[in-house]
T-cell receptor
Framework: GAVVSQHPSWVICKSGTSVKIECRSL??????MFWYRQFPKQSLMLMAT?????????EQGVEKDKFLINHASLTLSTLTVTSAHPEDSSFYIC???????????FGNGTRLTVT | TQLLEQSPQFLSIQEGENLTVYCNSS?????LQWYRQEPGEGPVLLVT?????EVKKLKRLTFQFGDARKDSSLHITAAQPGDTGLYLC?????????????FGGGTRLMVKP
């Protein structure tokens, strides 16, 4: 089955630094990738939709300058949390789909802790 | 406000009991998915229901899609500790951006041995 890999699985960084999270589709080409944020004991909240070769579409309330998304190839999207603060600590999950009508495949998530 | 309302939000039961989780919306979805998520991992797809009134079974789990494709339920028979986890329903709609998922708020299930 389709596999989506996220890296790193967990990261601890100091306040003010930037962190990059990678999302790779391992056995298919993903025209679209989605980035979610999940707080403890809550559901997934969509942050942005990333289409290969174009700018990401951000959900209302998500700062595009803080959460930089790059989808430079059909198998890789990156989320960079810039100038991270403790309130950015969360579980970040990506998903990917091959084309408009394909099912979504989820990565295993990245736990970010900002100290 | 969640487009998809899941209930209950939290459920703690003894091993062997039955339970039902509900997922309700005022919107129509082209399909609905149920996921299970364990701590520190991504959601894992359990089932997709597509047709109104459809019932699917996965061992002790029974999934039903409402006739109007606005709601769904997940019934677990004789729950086991291994069923513990966060259950998420997600409605699928197609627009010019393609297949878009909307997640419910989740139901956290704990099955005690």
């Amino acid at each position: 089955g389709a596999v989506v890999s996220q890296h790193p699985s967990w990261v601890i960084c100091k306040s003010g630094t930037s962190v990059k999270i990678e999302c790779r589709s391992l056995d298919f080409q993903a025209t679209t990738m989605f980035w979610y944020r999940q707080f403890p004991k809550q559901s997934l909240m969509l942050m942005a939709t990333s289409n290969e070769g174009s700018k990401a579409t951000y959900e209302q309330g998500v700062e595009k300058d803080k959460f930089l998304i790059n989808h430079a190839s059909l198998t890789l999207s990156t989320l960079t949390v810039t100038s991270a603060h403790p309130e950015d600590s969360s579980f970040y999950i990506c998903s990917a789909r091959q084309n408009l009508h394909s099912p979504l495949h989820f990565g295993n998530g990245t736990r970010l802790t900002v100290t | 406000t969640q487009l998809l309302e899941q209930s209950p939000q939290f459920l703690s039961i003894q091993e062997g009991e039955n339970l039902t989780v509900y997922c309700n919306s005022s919107s129509v979805f082209s399909s609905l998915q149920w996921y299970r998520q364990e701590p520190g991992e991504g959601p894992v797809l359990l089932v997709t229901v597509v047709t109104g009134g459809e019932v699917k079974k996965l061992k002790r789990l029974t999934f039903q899609f409402g006739d109007a494709r606005k709601d769904s339920s997940l019934h677990i028979t004789a729950a086991q500790p291994g069923d513990t986890g966060l259950y998420l329903c997600a409605g699928s709609r197609y627009n010019n951006a393609g297949n878009m998922l909307t997640f419910g708020g989740g139901t956290r299930l704990m099955v005690k041995p």
